[in-house]
């Protein structure tokens, strides 16, 4: 009922989503940001997704390559969740930008805004003064703000360049050219705010979730001995012809998991007129704003059973679509992610090529910090050596462990963004394997 019900208006609470984080306008050029959104939409179905997946994976390559010179013959210990996640980045953007757009130079931006954007949903928790007040005098505010302005900038020099939109891939290229034919009805600061949402959920999302996935596997020593042998049966070179949730099932799985664990999601419905959910005696009135409480939803035991706090990477494997049919990571409804293929995809190439290319070691710290590519890799505040967060897992073998995970970033409320950020990062000895890459 909550994503069916003729009395709940899912796109009301997404523009207001899309007005209050991104800034995109409820009002000026609203429809052309919504023809922005439909073509999105056409582009990103699973059907049509093939010829974005093989240029992701052509960045993936180059980069696990750059990777295993970096870290030399002998392996080294690099700073993991900052490395990877920029490794997602790079291929995304790097991908469907083309050579008009260098991920380098707006990823700093895009992550200060989206690891600060809780602070949204913080503020309206506050009583008595308006937003803008909030917004000059909280520092972690003042951050977002800061980023999103930075953020939208230089996305906008982007989408000012004509060149620079025609080296894009199929889909931003008729985004870009069609925003710029219709400057009139829609301006460029109204354009590139709508471009800066679609580059934080294309990119800012899914590179948190290796940062995350490599500490639960790691420690999971069953699971990742069956995880490698999923991917080192895979054929040698490309993956983006193989059904990887076919082929690496349980690698398909731990993802899944980590998504569970570690997500949280904005999808709302406002109220259109009274109504009372089945079972409840609390009716809303009109203008009441429901969610989905996604982080509660992941402890929901009548759906994910008993143990529904710890992670258990082999839990969609052994659910099946059951599992998979309540997953929560992209939304539900009409409101589900339209990137989610494609996320999906991609996770799944990156993940199975790091698995494939490199030995781990199983002592990851959480109490240094190693110098990175750039600055601009760090979380909204640098990370910092801390003590982590004791938290479960269940291995295939059914063994449990009490493992030290990095803290989640957190204010008490969900973020617009697909993960949690970690707060400290993960150091992790890797060392390149002989195989045919």
């Not at 609203?30 to 179905?45: F, P, Q």
């Not at 302005?149 to 891939?169: E, I």
């Not at 398909?252 to 569970?260: C, D, G, Y």
Request: proline letters at 5%; hydrophobic letters at 40%; one cysteine or more.
């Amino acid at each position: 009922m909550f994503t069916s019900s003729p009395a709940l208006d899912h796109r009301d609470s997404i523009d207001e989503m899309h007005d209050y984080v991104w800034d995109v306008p409820r009002k000026h050029g609203y429809e052309v940001t919504r023809n922005a959104d439909k073509i999105m939409g056409r582009h990103l179905t699973k059907a049509k997704i093939g010829s974005m997946v093989t240029l992701v994976e052509d960045k993936v390559l180059e980069d696990v390559a750059r990777l295993r010179q970096s870290v030399g013959p002998s392996g080294s210990r690099v700073p993991f969740g900052h490395r990877t996640w920029s490794l997602l980045w790079n291929s995304s953007l790097g991908a469907l930008f083309g050579g008009g757009l260098d991920p380098t130079w707006v990823r700093g931006p895009a992550r200060e805004m989206m690891h600060n954007a809780n602070v949204c949903y913080f503020i309206d928790l506050l009583p008595f003064l308006p937003r803008a007040f909030w917004f000059a005098v909280l520092p972690k505010a003042r951050a977002f703000r800061r980023g999103r302005r930075d953020l939208h900038s230089r996305l906008a020099k982007w989408l000012d360049n004509d060149d620079a939109v025609s080296q894009a891939d199929d889909m931003l290229q008729e985004i870009g050219k069609m925003f710029n034919s219709r400057r009139d009805e829609c301006n460029l600061e109204a354009a590139s705010a709508w471009v800066a949402m679609f580059v934080t959920g294309l990119a800012v999302n899914t590179g948190e979730v290796t940062g995350w996935l490599f500490p639960y596997l790691l420690r999971s020593p069953a699971l990742l001995k069956a995880i490698r042998a999923e991917c080192d049966a895979l054929p040698a070179g490309r993956l983006d012809q193989v059904d990887l949730k076919a082929s690496a099932p349980l690698l398909s799985s731990a993802i899944q998991e980590t998504l569970r664990i570690r997500g949280s999601i904005f999808s709302g419905r406002t109220v259109k007129k009274p109504f009372q959910l089945p079972g409840y005696d609390h009716q809303f009135k009109r203008g009441d704003l429901l969610r989905i409480m996604s982080p509660g939803a992941a402890l929901d035991t009548d759906c994910w059973g008993d143990d529904a706090a710890v992670w258990r990477g082999d839990r969609f494997y052994q659910g099946g679509d059951q599992m998979y049919n309540s997953q929560l990571a992209f939304g539900g409804g009409v409101t589900t992610c339209p990137g989610r293929w494609l996320a999906t995809a991609e996770l799944l190439i990156v993940t199975a090529h790091l698995i494939r290319n490199f030995d781990f070691g199983t002592d990851i710290s959480l109490h240094e910090k190693l110098p990175d590519e750039g600055d601009d890799t760090e979380f909204g505040a640098p990370c910092k050596a801390g003590t982590g967060e004791v938290v479960k897992l269940t291995d295939l073998d059914g063994k449990s462990y009490d493992i030290v995970m990095p803290n989640m970033e957190n204010s008490g409320c969900e973020i617009p963004s697909g993960l949690l950020p970690p707060l400290e990062e993960t150091v992790i000895f890797m060392k390149p394997r002989d195989i045919d890459v």
